[in-house]
Every structure is written in structure tokens, then in C-alpha cells.
């Protein structure tokens, strides 16, 4: 038999072990916000990997957002080394998860068991992807005892929330330079016939117009910043809209509507605060002397990031050479960088070799309308060979009643023990 079947099959025979792994995930409630449990899903990790032969390293990112006493940001990066010299090979997996929310038919931390599916919050994003990247490490081992290289497993906090006190910390402290790592797999729920190559880029900032409070009887004495900001709007709608909607990016970003360049307006206030919910009088007659937005503009791998702040600049001064009084100011609150790996880099040949083989069909090609942990890896790491895969259906993340598919686990463990294969037998 050759390897590649003897793997299958070794993932196969471990079934009800992903089951239980992921179930036993799950049952550690992560949640973020705030960050909890960060220590114990690692104390959690260190105890099933240590006795795959890992060695384990725990690294709290101390001082990042979010990072107390209360709730620390525990990371754990898991290393086995190989007989010999070669590559080595990095699952990262995010150990947070979302809030609950309302409408759960099924306990969220219970990973219950039901028509071939694993339910409970984090079951697809991303827990059922880690247990399935163990699982087939753990194979990998067991069939080829003497392989080269290294396989690293990371277990990291704050993906929901950015990723500051996770892998963009481990990327800091030098986890994912490529001297040390080569080929990183993020088990993101893209499902189990898809390779995520990278993601859109993203600005935000907040844009506030100025005003000057007068009486609202008499709003000829003041100056309203609401109306500003409506024609600042007007002009968005009139003729920044239309342009993005015909920039189209050659990046595979899914689902179609994300091709284009977009821009969602997430916030807009002006004028007096919003009474509190018990307030039972009326408002103020004032014009209000100031109005913000939060702008959040996803670009694409053609446009420059300097290009995208320009755009929107030249739109304000336009609109304040045409309004007299016109002020305002643009803070800048985030910014990150499109990132695609390329078709031809050896993590994504390897991985579409072994969905053919496993699935017997070929992989599509996908890019994320949004982030994820790979823009650290790339930006901070400098490493490019980097992809998302792995098992669940993205469209469930977040949601209540959350599932991942046992048979989507076991499919995706089994592509992943064949890349360890490719790239380290
Ligand atoms: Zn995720």
C-alpha cells in the first residue's frame, strides 16, 4: 500500500478521536471579548500534544490589548522535531471564540453529537480546523516515524479581536520568521475543497466635520456640521461608490460582491448625545457643532494603500472647495495590507495535490473579503507561503447553533496529513 493511502486510511481509524478532541475544545469556553480560559485551552493543548512527542512553549503576550491579570493572552506554540533536517510545517489555529448570543437550540459549550455534526460555539471557527490539524500531525507521526523537518501546532488568543495579543505577537517575538517556519496552514472554516490565498485590505478611520452651536430656532447663526457631513455623504454617493463598484481586483475574493473595492460607512453622530434609555424629557434646539463617521474601506491587492487615503482627501477638499466654512479632520484608526500567497508557492501545490487526491476533485481558489491571522504572518513574519484551509462552512461562524461536520474534519485532517507527507516524508 502506498503512503498516501496508508495515511488516509490512518486518519480514518481516528474518527471518533476528532470527534472527542473537538468536543473537549469546545467545552473550554474562550470566549473573546473579554479573553477567557486563554490558559486553560493551552494547559489543554500542551497535555495532548506532550504526549505526541511536542515539545511546548507557553508565551503570554503581555501588554497587548486586552492582556490583564484577569485575562491574560496565553499562546502556545508546539514543536516535534523530525530525524532529520528540513522544513518545517505550521498549523495556527485561533483558540477564541465569539459570544454566544441568543437562539441556541443546543448547549454551546456541550459538543453535542447529532446527524454527523459536532455543535457547540467554536465547533467551525475554528476548533473543529485544530482538532483536525492534531489529528493528522498525530497520523502523519505514527506512519512516518522518521520523517524530516518539524511540524509546529500554535494554539493563539485574540483572532476575533485582531489578533494583537496572539499571532501577531508570536510573529513579533520571531515565530514565523522564515528562517524558522516555511509553510504555514491556518485552519480557517473556508471548507474542506477550498484554499484561502490571503485577503482584501482594510483602512478605517474616523472623519468628523465642524460646526459652530447656535440656537435652533435661528440656524443661520450657526453652522451645521451634519450638513457637511451630508454633503460629504452626497459626494460619496454621487461619485466615489460608482468607482469602487467598477474596481475589480483579479484576486479570487469570494462571494462575488467582495471583488470590487468597497466601503461601509460602520457609524455616523452628530449634534447632542443620545439620551440614556430611561431619559424621558426632550430634546435641545441647538445645530449641532460636530458630526463623525467611521469609514471602513476594504481595498484590493491592485490599489495602494496610500491611493485608497488619497481618495478619500481629495474627496474632502473637493467638498470644502465647494462649501465656505467647511472644516474637518480624518484620525486614522487601522490599517492592514491585502495579502496573497501565490498559486505556485509549495504549501498551496501541495495542499491542492492532496485535495485532488482525498476528494477526488480539484480545489477552488478563494480569497477572504475580510482578515484573518494571516496578515501578521505576512506583514510581521515576511512569510508568503502561508494559506487558510480547513474543515466547516464559513457561513456558520458566529452564528447560533453553530456545527462543523465530522466527515468535513476527517476529510480535511486526511488533505493535511497528506501535505505533511509532501512536504516532509
Ligand atoms: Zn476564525
Not at 8 to 27: C, H, K, P, S
Not at 77 to 89: D, K, T, Y
Not at 276 to 293: L, M, N, Q, S
Request: with cysteine.
Amino acid at each position: 500500500m502506498d503512503l498516501t493511502q496508508s495515511l488516509i486510511d490512518e486518519v480514518t481509524g481516528r474518527r471518533d478521536d476528532i470527534v472527542a478532541l473537538t468536543q473537549g475544545l469546545v467545552a473550554i469556553p474562550t470566549l473573546n471579548p473579554p479573553g477567557r480560559h486563554y490558559r486553560a485551552i493551552c494547559n489543554y493543548l500542551a497535555e495532548r500534544l506532550a504526549g505526541s512527542g511536542f515539545d511546548c512553549t507557553f508565551l503570554r503576550a503581555e501588554g497587548t490589548p486586552g492582556d490583564s491579570e484577569k485575562y491574560p493572552r496565553w499562546n502556545i506554540v508546539a514543536r516535534r522535531e523530525g530525524a532529520g533536517s528540513g522544513a518545517c510545517v505550521h498549523f495556527n489555529s485561533h483558540t477564541d471564540v465569539v459570544e454566544v448570543g441568543h437562539g441556541w437550540t443546543t448547549d454551546p459549550f456541550g459538543g453535542e453529537v447529532k446527524d454527523g455534526r459536532v455543535y457547540g460555539r467554536g465547533t467551525c471557527d475554528m476548533k473543529g480546523g485544530l482538532a483536525a490539524s492534531i489529528v493528522a500531525a498525530e497520523a502523519f507521526i505514527a506512519r512516518c516515524p522518521g520523517f524530516r523537518g518539524a511540524i509546529e501546532i500554535s494554539g493563539t488568543a485574540d483572532e476575533e479581536t485582531g489578533g494583537y495579543g496572539g499571532v501577531a505577537y508570536l510573529a513579533e517575538q520571531g515565530w514565523f520568521d522564515p528562517d524558522r517556519v516555511q509553510h504555514v496552514i491556518i485552519p480557517e472554516p473556508l471548507n474542506k475543497d477550498r484554499i484561502c490565498l490571503g485577503h482584501r485590505g482594510v483602512w478605517w478611520a474616523e472623519i468628523e466635520t465642524h460646526g459652530r452651536i447656535a440656537h435652533g430656532s435661528m440656524p443661520f447663526l450657526g453652522d451645521s456640521a451634519i450638513r457637511h457631513m451630508g454633503a460629504v455623504l452626497a459626494e460619496m454617493e454621487e461619485h466615489l461608490y460608482p468607482l469602487l463598484a467598477g474596481r475589480m481586483t483579479e484576486m479570487p475574493v469570494v462571494p462575488d460582491g467582495a471583488r470590487a473595492s468597497t466601503l461601509n460607512v460602520n457609524s455616523i453622530h452628530g449634534g447632542e448625545p443620545e439620551p440614556e434609555p430611561d431619559f424621558t424629557g426632550y430634546p435641545a434646539a441647538c445645530v449641532a457643532d460636530r458630526c463623525k463617521i467611521v469609514i471602513d474601506r476594504r481595498f484590493l491587492i491592485e490599489e495602494g494603500i496610500d491611493d485608497v487615503k488619497r481618495e478619500i482627501r481629495d474627496l474632502m477638499e473637493r467638498v470644502k472647495s465647494e462649501r465656505p466654512g467647511f472644516s474637518y479632520e480624518i484620525k486614522e484608526l487601522h490599517e492592514v495590507l491585502p495579502s496573497m500567497a501565490d498559486r505556485d508557492a509549495p504549501v498551496v501545490r501541495s495542499t491542492a495535490a492532496a485535495i485532488e487526491r482525498v476528494l477526488a476533485k480539484a480545489p477552488d481558489y478563494i480569497c477572504s473579503p475580510g482578515t484573518y491571522d494571516q496578515k501578521h504572518i505576512d506583514r510581521i513574519g515576511r512569510l508568503k507561503n502561508c494559506i487558510a484551509y480547513g474543515p466547516g462552512i464559513l457561513d456558520l461562524a458566529h452564528q447560533p447553533d453553530e456545527w462543523v461536520g465530522i466527515d468535513d474534519m476527517v476529510d480535511s485532517a486526511g488533505v493535511m496529513a497528506l501535505v505533511l507527507a509532501d512536504l516532509l516524508a
